[in-house]
């Protein structure tokens, strides 16, 4: 069973930094490429990023490129979302999910942790 694990959520001022971290397996993410999805109230869950396992090669939504860094860290096996200069629109309950060819879409996704919220405002 896969098991994805969020956490560093938080409630943050505009124009602040925060650090999401998704935690799993070795053999999870030495397989999955791993997404973050964010879904805001009455809207539907979107793409934010996405590390390749294959390449390393990483995947942003031009609402936050240039602001959002996606990374991997193989000693703690995590992964890991530095959000920075963050907007009030930026609030939304965000997800990590395995997305094997990085597509970036809901149905390319295998797995879905349980989400963490990130409030935006002053």
């Known amino acids: 069973q896969v098991q994805l694990v969020e956490s560093g959520g938080g409630l943050v001022q505009p124009g602040g930094s925060l650090r999401l971290s998704c935690a799993a397996a070795r053999s999870t993410l030495d397989y999955y490429g791993i997404a973050w999805f964010r879904q805001a109230p009455g809207k539907e869950r979107e793409g934010v990023s996405c590390?390749?396992?294959?390449?390393?090669?990483?995947h942003y939504a031009d609402s936050v490129k240039d602001r959002f860094t996606i990374s991997r860290d193989k000693a703690n096996n995590s992964v890991y979302l530095q959000m920075s200069r963050l907007k009030p629109e930026d609030t939304a309950v965000y997800y990590c999910?395995?997305?094997?060819?990085?597509?970036?879409?809901?149905?390319?996704?295998?797995?879905w942790g349980q989400g963490t919220q990130v409030t935006v405002s002053s």
């Open positions: 999910a395995t997305d094997y060819y990085c597509s970036v879409v809901v149905s390319g996704i295998n797995y």
């Open positions: 590390i390749s396992s294959h390449d390393g090669k990483t």
